[in-house]
């Protein structure tokens, strides 16, 4: 079983897009519990490595090929740690930032996280390579749809069956990263 129903978001993403193959290193940010990380597992098989970071701890046990560091990924001293692991595939990102319950307030840091991730995708993700992030999506959506269409070969908005009707929430893809 897995930890988390945010799992099956991943897997309709993964169904739909092939975001993930038998072998990548895959980053997954914004990890905890893990259930994202547990089926990244099973999509990269044992040539693969994922490498999950978070604020919290995994709850999933430890595997061979998963790496876990618990910190803030937008910090200079996690990222020191993901560059060893670097380049990857694949980076997904499920992380939310906390909540306000202002929406105004919410979609902007969850587009600035966004933002920040996309740049890290520049550092860290292969040509070819894929990103998988979750978004509120707000005033800036559009800005952030023509940066991933400007840096990817195929730029999608993606609403999971899996997400409840009332959310906010999509995430973005973007297949194939240009050089
Ligand atoms: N994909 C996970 C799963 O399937 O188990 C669920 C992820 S949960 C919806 C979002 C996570 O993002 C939270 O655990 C939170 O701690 C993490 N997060 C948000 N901002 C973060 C940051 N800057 N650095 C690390 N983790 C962060």
């Known amino acids: 079983g897995y930890p988390a129903r945010s799992v099956y978001k991943l897997m309709e993403i993964q169904r739909k897009y092939r975001v993930v193959s038998r072998g990548d290193r895959v980053l997954d940010l914004g990890a905890a519990p893990g259930s994202w990380s547990k089926y990244l597992l ?41 560059d060893v692991h670097a380049p990857f595939q694949v980076i997904v990102s499920d992380a939310a930032p906390s909540t306000s319950g202002n929406r105004g307030l919410d979609t902007a840091r969850s587009e600035a996280l966004v933002e920040r991730i996309l740049s890290l995708a520049g550092r860290w993700l ?54």
Do not use: M
Not at 46 to 59: I, S, T, Y
Not at 60 to 74: A, M, N
Not at 142 to 159: D, P
């Open 42 to 82: 099973s999509c990269v098989g044992e040539k693969g490595l994922v490498v999950a970071v978070d604020l919290l701890p995994l709850v999933i046990g430890s595997h061979e090929r998963l790496v876990f560091y618990q910190g803030d990924f937008t910090s200079d001293e996690v990222q020191e740690r993901i």
């Open 126 to 179: 292969v040509p070819g390579g894929n990103l998988v992030a979750k978004l509120f999506q707000g005033s800036g959506a559009q800005e952030i749809f023509r940066a991933v269409r400007e840096g990817w070969e195929r730029a999608y908005f993606f609403r999971p069956q899996a997400t409840r009707r009332q959310s906010f929430e999509v995430f973005v893809v973007g297949v194939g990263k240009r050089s």
